[in-house]
Nanobody
Framework: QVQVVESGGGLVQAGGSLTLSCVAS????????MAWFRQAPGKKREFVAG????????FYADSVKGRFNISRDSAKNAMDLQMGGLRPEDTAVYYC?????????????????WGQGTQVTVSS
């Protein structure tokens, strides 16, 4: 079993920056891919960014490329999401998720373990 906890959400003005953190605990974290998703009110949960252990690469949604960056610290079982150039449309609850090592995936159903989410609000 893997437990996932996010932190770092808050209120920020448009154009500002914010960093979200995710910590996973439990067994075989080193064998799990990690990703960030978000869900705005009335909308479906959507992929934001992920890190695949296969090849050790990060991958991003087109909507955040060039603005968001993820980093993973395997020693600390942690992964951060650095968000810059924030826009009001980035407002959502952000979730960290984990799945067993495998192909990079951008669909929520591919991930087995989820955090409770952290709110990010971007004011205009």
């Amino acid at each position: 079993q893997v437990q996932v906890v996010e932190s770092g959400g808050g209120l920020v003005q448009a154009g500002g920056s914010l960093t979200l953190s995710c910590v996973a605990s439990g067994r075989t974290y080193s064998g799990h891919d990690m990703a960030w998703f978000r869900q705005a009110p009335g909308k479906k949960r959507e992929f934001v960014a992920g890190f695949s252990l296969v090849g050790g690469t990060a991958f991003y949604a087109d909507s955040v490329k060039g603005r968001f960056n993820i980093s993973r610290d395997s020693a600390k079982n942690a992964m951060d999401l650095q968000m810059g150039g924030l826009r009001p449309e980035d407002t959502a609850v952000y979730y960290c998720a984990a799945k067993p090592r495998g192909l990079p995936q951008k669909i929520p159903t591919a991930y087995n373990y989820w955090g409770q989410g952290t709110q990010v609000t971007v004011s205009s």
